[in-house]
């Protein structure tokens, strides 16, 4: 079993940063492929970036290719999203997903098995 808890989320100016964080509990999350998903009111859950178990492989949506930078800490049990240029579009629940162990990364949601309960970030206009 593994247990996510996200954090670092907030309200920050269009085209500011911020960086949210997933803190995993269990042994298995350095053999674990992770990802951010995010979803704005009355929408669905979309993809939002993804990481290998290694770290040496990332994925990122079109809309946040450029902007977002997704990161581990193996040490430390730790998913990163470095959040830059942030647009209201940005504007959503972010979650943070434990998959099987992949040294690529898994682009669809239906490949996670755990879920974090997520953090809100606001970009204001």
């Known amino acids: 079993q593994v247990q996510l808890v996200e954090s670092g989320g907030g309200l920050v100016q269009a085209g500011g940063s911020l960086r949210v964080s997933c803190a995993a509990s269990?042994?298995?999350?350095?053999?674990?492929?992770m990802g951010w998903f995010r979803q704005a009111p009355g929408k669905e859950r979309e993809f939002v970036a993804a990481?290998?178990?290694?770290?040496?492989?990332?994925y990122y949506a079109e809309s946040v290719k450029g902007r977002f930078t997704i990161s581990r800490d193996n040490t430390k049990n730790t998913l990163y999203l470095q959040m830059n240029s942030l647009k209201p579009e940005d504007t959503a629940i972010y979650y943070c997903?434990?998959?099987?162990?992949?040294?690529?990364?898994?682009?669809?949601?239906?490949?996670?098995?755990?879920w974090g309960q997520g953090t809100q970030v606001t970009v204001s206009s």
């Open positions: 997903a434990a998959g099987p162990g992949s040294y690529y990364p898994l682009r669809s949601r239906q490949e996670y098995n755990y």
């Open positions: 269990g042994r298995t999350f350095s053999r674990s492929a």
């Open positions: 990481i290998g178990w290694s770290g040496s492989t990332t």
